[in-house]
């Protein structure tokens, strides 16, 4: 088990508009400081000491960042080697009176997709023990060769919230495919979720509201 302990100086600022959707522009950052562990890595996608995450100095967001997160067919590659996953279990810790919710999501990384192949990004996010958000598909298609990025976002009627005064872990599941599809079998066709210099990463956006006055 990884356990991996970020912490976060809290601020008090408006949310922009990217962050939270307009009907939660009155809530305020928590006080205090925040806290992401990360209990729990699992995926071919991250191999142990793979996966790094940090929280945003304005809490406005964590990144994740990957460095062997590559899913590939064609020329090379292994039978399983076209799919390629990640779960991660996450503790977010909040001062008490605070709950969150992921708002959207930005998934970056780099694709070489053979005319006539293509690959998937998906993924989803959901709280311990509850129902999980629906997995979203992004596609890409050969001919490609370059940087890729894709993002999901929720509208604040259906954000999912950490049920207040409790720790839910918030588990992150996302995957990569590629499918040689017309392409020729020995032509390499992958796509990969960091980029070739490493400098990008997935970025989830928080939205916070405060808890009702017990």
Request: glycine share 8%; proline share 4%.
């Amino acid at each position: 088990m990884l356990l991996r302990r970020l912490t976060v100086g809290a601020a008090v600022v408006a949310l922009s508009t990217l962050a939270m959707p307009a009907q939660a522009h009155n809530a305020t950052y928590p006080p205090g400081r925040i806290t992401v562990d990360v209990v729990g890595v699992n995926g071919s996608g991250c191999p142990q000491g793979t996966a790094s995450v940090a929280a945003a100095s304005d809490n406005t967001s964590f990144t994740v960042t990957y460095s062997d997160y590559l899913a590939q067919t064609g020329a090379g590659s292994g039978g399983t080697d076209f799919r390629k996953n990640c779960q991660l279990a996450l503790q977010i810790h909040v001062p008490q009176g605070f709950t969150y919710a992921i708002a959207r999501a930005d998934y970056r990384g780099f694709a070489h997709l053979q005319r006539g192949a293509y690959g998937q990004e998906r993924a989803n996010y959901y709280f311990q023990g509850m129902a999980q958000t629906t997995r979203r598909t992004h596609q890409f298609n050969g001919p490609y060769s370059d940087n890729w990025q894709a993002s999901d976002q929720t509208e604040y009627s259906d954000l999912v919230w950490a049920p207040c005064g409790e720790e839910r872990n918030l588990n992150v599941n996302s995957e990569l495919r590629v499918y040689a599809g017309t392409s020729s079998p020995q032509n390499l066709s992958f796509m990969s979720m960091d980029s070739t210099d490493g400098s990008v990463s997935t970025v989830y956006h928080f939205a916070w509201k405060e808890c009702p006055a017990v």
